[in-house]
């Protein structure tokens, strides 16, 4: 668990940062989002110190960060950022094993959880894990700034941007790969995007920042259905508003007894692709199956844009 | 393919010309014969050439050395938070070194330390300074700034984050910063003899003194030689350290 309390960065005259608190609940994703100059990354960076704070502190699971020097915290503390800064003279394996080798963790230990993670990333280490950053496409050095960032099972991951430089549909692959994996491992999540749609995907909380300010800190759909500040809403955008509500559920969440004719859905289809299939397709019901062919049940229209409204 | 093989036959071919030279200069009399006069000898025969050659080298690569040390270490200390404010002195230092003539380092070194091999480290020590201090600069200061951002954001110390990131990925500009310095002084240890310290320049001087066009000739070749072995031999091993380290 984070506890971010009256977190104040300030250059001189200027407050980069404003007396921010919010807390990140265990195994959670939390992303935090606004526009550039908003201080959001400065709000990352003080949680494992790369930059100090002026004033405010930060809890990790109770313990305040600043109980240690900041290079032991940070061990602790996974870090992916945009480019991701892969080391080019070490190979793929050298790369990942960066912060076990730092704490000092056995060799068999740290071959073991090298090939474990390139697995995982779906990268076979009979060809990567000897290879160096430059052989690896845009996709690949990606998974490989994230397996480094897991490698020694930090209990938070941080990340600054890690999908910024993929195109779209490595982006969404990367999207999912992250969602996958912070389920597998249960870490804790603080990511930073001034893409909304990513932070709607990802965040299961998501603050947004404006000027230093934090200015909502809620669930999606609160941003959505109760935006705090005119702010909020030019940020998450007010005419697709509905859509993006639909985005957040699932077809399997939303689903009624009973059969329908119609298009097949999969439970995990959010409504708002459900109800593209729908138009596309000219019908007025899907039925909700699962990947092994059982029934969940249906979804009409009525149904679908009864949950769009707030 | 053919290239590279033609290049290499060149080099040994060099090689074993130099080698030949100075270990059985009297062999090569003839040929220098033609550039003497009224009977003087071909073969310089006032000291062992192959011992001038070794000395000469070895003042240069102590030289090389002490220069690294110092150069890097500049490099890596204005290059620190701490030590930024230092970069302006350094660079004036370093830049004087290369400036001021050596000849004129000597003659300033010899009151201070006497005749003799001294003066001539002296002087190519600080003439050595300025290529490895600019490229150890230029190659700590061009490390990607996510690199070093992930570094430290790994948990690196700033010391580990140093010896282990920023000198490897430097060591290219800095290994070619040395080889620089070490062809040119090859070149200018020459101007040692002038002070009596030992080396090929003796040779030059004994020409130029006695008007003997071979002895001249010799001691240039020699110096020449050894100036273009040296900077294909520091190739030839940056390539073979740097092998794994490929940047894009």
């Known amino acids: ?61 109770g313990r305040d960060t600043r109980s240690e020097p900041a290079h032991l915290l940070r061990r602790r503390i996974g870090y992916v950022i945009q480019g991701y800064g892969l080391f080019p003279h070490r190979t793929v394996a050298e790369n990942i094993a960066t912060v076990p080798r730092l704490l000092g963790w056995d060799t068999a230990r740290i071959e073991a959880r090298v090939r474990e993670l390139l697995t995982v990333f779906s990268l076979d280490p009979a060809t990567y894990a000897h290879a160096l950053p430059y052989q690896l496409s845009g996709g690949q050095q990606q998974r490989v700034g994230v397996a480094r960032a897991l490698a020694a099972e930090p ?84 005419a697709d508003r509905a859509m993006r509500l639909l985005s957040l559920v699932t077809a399997g969440e939303a689903a009624l007894p009973g059969v329908a004719e119609g298009p097949a859905v999969a439970p995990t289809a959010s409504l708002r692709e459900v109800l593209s299939e729908l138009v596309w397709s000219g019908a007025d019901a899907a039925r909700v199956v699962d990947a092994d062919g059982t029934l969940r049940g249906r979804l009409t229209l009525a149904d679908i844009l009864a949950r769009g409204a707030p | 393919m053919r290239v590279p093989r033609a290049t290499t036959l060149l080099r040994f071919g060099a090689l074993a010309l130099l080698v030949a030279f100075l270990l059985r200069p009297q062999s090569f009399a003839p040929l220098f014969a033609p550039l003497t006069q009224y009977g003087a000898p071909p073969i310089y025969d006032q000291g062992n050439l192959l011992s001038l050659a070794l000395a000469q080298l070895g003042t240069v690569c102590l030289a090389a050395a002490a220069s690294t040390l110092v150069a890097v270490g500049l490099g890596i200390l204005v290059t620190r938070p701490s030590g930024a404010q230092f970069l302006p002195l350094s660079r004036t230092l370093v830049n004087i070194g290369q400036t001021f003539p050596p000849v004129a380092v000597l003659a300033v070194a010899v009151p201070l330390v006497g005749f003799g091999e ?43 984050r140093l010896l282990g990131v920023e000198l490897p990925l430097a060591m290219p500009l800095i290994l070619e910063g040395i080889r620089l310095s070490l062809v040119i002084n090859v070149g200018t240890a020459t101007i040692g003899s002038t002070v009596a310290a030992k080396g090929l320049g003796e040779v030059i001087i004994a020409g130029l003194l006695s008007s003997n066009t071979a002895f001249i000739l010799q001691g240039g070749l020699v110096t020449g030689l050894m100036a273009i072995l040296l900077y294909d031999g520091m190739a030839a091993l940056e390539r073979r350290l740097l092998r794994s380290v490929a940047l894009d």
Do not use: C, W
């Not at chain 1, 940062?17 to 807390?23: A, G, K, N, Q, Y």
């Not at chain 1, 999540?189 to 749609?197: F, N």
């Open chain 2, 118 to 160: 001294k003066p001539t480290l002296i002087a190519l020590f600080a003439y050595g300074l300025l290529p490895i201090f600019e490229n150890t600069l230029v190659g700590l200061k061009t490390v990607p700034a996510a690199v070093l951002e992930a570094a430290s954001g790994m948990g690196m110390s700033a010391r580990q």
């Open chain 1, 155 to 238: 209990v938070v991951l941080l990340m600054d941007e890690p999908f910024g430089a993929l195109d779209p549909i490595i982006r969404a692959k990367a999207q999912d790969d992250l969602l996958d994996i912070q389920g597998r491992f249960g870490t804790t999540v603080v990511l930073v995007t001034h893409d909304m749609d990513e932070a709607f995907m990802l965040g299961d909380r998501v603050a947004v920042m404006s000027g230093g300010r934090l200015l909502q800190y809620d669930r999606p759909a609160e941003l959505l259905v109760h935006p705090a500040d005119p702010f909020v809403s030019r940020m998450t955008g007010l």
């Open chain 1, 1 to 61: 668990m984070i506890t971010v309390e009256k977190l104040t960065k300030r250059y001189g005259e200027t407050t980069v940062v404003d007396e921010v608190s919010f807390t990140v609940e265990r195994g959670s994703i939390t992303v935090i989002v606004g526009t550039s100059g908003s201080g959001k990354s400065t709000l990352l960076r003080m949680i494992n110190r790369l930059i100090e704070p002026s004033s405010g502190r930060v809890l990790l699971d």
